[in-house]
C-alpha cells in the first residue's frame, strides 16, 4: 500500500508546477490515470494469501474523484468569470466620450477652464470656493452667498497669475456666523475619457483627473448637443424648470 501512497503524494507536489487551472486540470487527470495503473499491478501481484486492503484502494480512489470535480468546478468558474469581465468592460466602454455629472471636486488643469455646478448651501449664509492643490496649499479663493450658481476656473491663482498645469482640487465651504458650518464638493459636468474594470468593478476616469463608479454618475449626455441643450438640461437637473 505504501506505492499508492507515494504515488498520491507525488501528484500533490507537481500541482503547484501548473501556474492555471487547466493545467492543474491536466496534471491531475494525468496522476489519476497513473494510481489507477499502479492500483491494477499491485492487485495483479499481491499475495493471495495476504491480499490488500481494498478499503486503503477505495479511500485514494475516492479523493481523487474529489480532487478531479473540484478542479473542473474552478475551470467552470473561471471562464464564467472570464465571460462576465468582458461583458462589464463592453458595457463601461460605452460611457467613453460622454459628457457626466457627477459631484466630484477633481481639478486637472492643463490651460483650458473647468465648470462647476455651486449648488445652494443648505447650512451657513456665506460660501467660500477655494482651489488647492494635492499637497493642501491654497492656489485660489472666491467668496460669495449661498446660493446656487456656475464656478469656472480657469487656472487663475490669488496673486493675479496662472497656476501651472496639474491636479488640484475644487472645494465649498459653508459659513455662518459662528464660522465654518460645512465643506461640499461641487458638482462637475466633465467628460469620461476611460473605462476601466478592477477588483471592486468598473470604473470611470473623467477628463478632469476625478475616478469614479458608475453609481456616483448623476446625469449624462452626448458630448455633441448643442449649448443651449445643455444650458436647459442643466436647469432641469437642478431644479430650476
Known sequence: MQAVNDATSGGGQSAPAATSTNERAATASSDFQSFLRLLTAQLRNQDPLSPLDSTQFVEQLASFSAVEQQIATNVKLDALTERLSVSAIDEASRWIGKDVE???GAAHFEGAALSYLIPAGEVGT???IVVSDLSGNVVYREEGDNLRREFTWRGENSEGGTAPNGDYLVSVNRYDEDG???TE????????????FEESGVRLVLENGAIVSPAEIAALRSATISSDAKDSASDVLSGDV
Not at 461641487?186 to 473605462?195: D, G, L, N, S, Y
Open 185 to 196: 464638493q461641487p458638482i462637475a459636468f466633465t467628460r469620461v475619457v476611460q473605462a476601466r
Open 126 to 128: 456665506a460660501t467660500e
Open 180 to 182: 465654518l458650518a460645512g
Open 102 to 104: 457627477t459631484t466630484s
